[in-house]
């Protein structure tokens, strides 16, 4: 166990009217007490006066007290709420250090949480997705995260594995006792409805990650196809140059929008021909090419007037063709391209509806559990794994194979919530957060 009293600013950096300074740890109290004098009853404000250890005042404001085992961390835990001035602050914080604390590792609190046992991985990880949320649907599946419904339903597998485990590996382990029809096609039911069950979360996991993770789109086509001009009109202001001289965009340009409560970010690319005048704008295709490669999404933008070939291997895209005011008759539009005017956004509505449907934002709503990556993971081997043992039940092979399986689902199961080999994985976890936090 670390004996080390941590401490960090838990509000953000710079000006505000209040900022919050979190301790905890052994020393947590003895600190704050050397500081502030006798501390309140536990969770109860108290007015007070901090002082250095020469007896300078260095603020007048509150102090709070929650005992372990009874606080965020598990430890004893103090925070000062002080006058939001960073000096401040800063005094506060080398004060606490003199008298014995260090200062807190990005994430650390939370790490101590995890460590205390006082959330699981998968709560800890939710603290930063929260922080992080740029949707409404995102902080209601963040929130759902962090009060644990997602760790629950994993809970919940992981007892009827480990129900299914218990059955088979008393067979084997008491092979004199015959196993009957009835018990084994029990089990093969049982872990069906598991299977039913992990696909269930699997759906709301992976629209999680989208939540988290959001969109790319990339603006692709020729030199004045109108590229920039529709990103300007997405977001709705001048972020990228337009000009009716060819390759005027050279480097990427981004902006993020919402979608129906889903980030997407909006990248105009360089225009691609096959004869780039210079080095430079070579670079700005290359560029643009490898961004084609990576987005969920391509928009392929043409104008109307002048559509050209354009052979650039492309994964999922929408034609966008530009500059459709020009059109003298509507008859002649392709039931399967899009029309965008740059100079009236006429078609923007119909664009961005069917950005929405080909992405599916409508399905990362607000029943989604906030994942990562790797929950998707553990989540698709112990699907995988847990098949495996319904085969080889069918199949009549042994027992002995069945456990291993079940066994090896129960772990990638139970390493979403608290990792074996955690060391590593909690390093990288908690270098996201913010430190304070």
Do not use: W
């Amino acid at each position: 166990m670390d004996n080390r009293t941590i401490v960090a600013p838990a509000t953000a950096v710079g000006r505000a009217g209040i900022s919050v300074i979190r301790i905890s740890g052994r020393s947590a109290r003895k600190i704050s007490e050397s500081m502030c004098g006798p501390l309140n009853e536990v969770s109860r404000l108290k007015k007070c006066t901090i002082k250095s250890s020469a007896g300078s005042i260095l603020d007048v404001g509150m102090v709070v007290f929650f005992q372990s085992p009874n606080s965020y961390t598990g430890e004893d835990l103090v925070e000062f709420h002080c006058h939001g001035n960073p000096a401040i602050v800063n005094l506060i914080i080398d004060e606490t250090l003199k008298l014995g604390a260090v200062i807190a590792e990005p994430g650390e609190f939370t790490k101590t949480a995890f460590l205390n046992n006082k959330i699981d991985l998968a709560q800890a990880e939710s603290v930063a997705d929260l922080i992080s949320a740029q949707s409404k649907s995102a902080i209601i599946a963040a929130n759902s995260s962090l009060t644990g419904e997602f760790s629950k339903e994993i809970n919940l597998l992981i007892d009827a594995i480990l129900k299914s485990r218990i059955f088979i590996e008393a067979n084997i382990d008491f092979p004199e006792d015959d196993l009957d029809k009835v018990s084994l096609d029990s089990v093969d039911l049982d872990l069906k409805e598991c299977m039913q069950r992990i696909e269930l979360i699997l759906s709301r996991a992976e629209s999680g990650v989208k939540l988290r993770e959001g969109y790319t789109v990339a603006i692709v086509g020729p030199p004045n196809a109108g590229k920039s001009s529709l990103l300007n009109f997405l977001a709705q202001e001048d972020v990228a140059i337009t000009s009716e001289i060819p390759g005027t965009t050279r480097d990427l340009v981004k902006t993020s929008i919402n979608l129906d409560g889903l980030v997407v970010e909006f990248v105009d690319t360089a225009g691609i021909r096959k004869s780039p005048e210079n080095k430079i704008e070579q670079e700005g295709i290359d560029r643009s090419k490898d961004i084609i490669s990576k987005a969920n999404l391509t928009l392929l933008v043409q104008d109307v007037t002048n559509e050209q070939e354009f052979d650039l291997s492309l994964n999922e895209h929408l034609t966008v063709l530009n500059k459709s005011d020009l059109l003298q008759d509507s008859r002649v539009m392709e039931k399967d391209k899009l029309y965008f005017s740059s100079v009236t956004g006429e078609g923007l509505e119909i664009l961005l509806e069917t950005i929405i449907k080909v992405l599916g934002v409508d399905e990362a709503n607000e029943t989604s559990y906030m994942s990562r990556q790797r929950h998707i993971i553990n989540l698709k081997s112990a699907l995988r794994l847990i098949e495996e043992s319904v085969v080889s039940i069918k199949e009549g092979s042994s027992l002995e194979l069945v456990a291993e399986n079940l066994r090896s689902a129960h772990h990638a199961l139970g390493e979403i919530l608290r990792p074996m080999s955690a060391d590593d994985l909690l390093g990288e976890i908690f270098s996201e957060f913010c430190i304070g936090k």
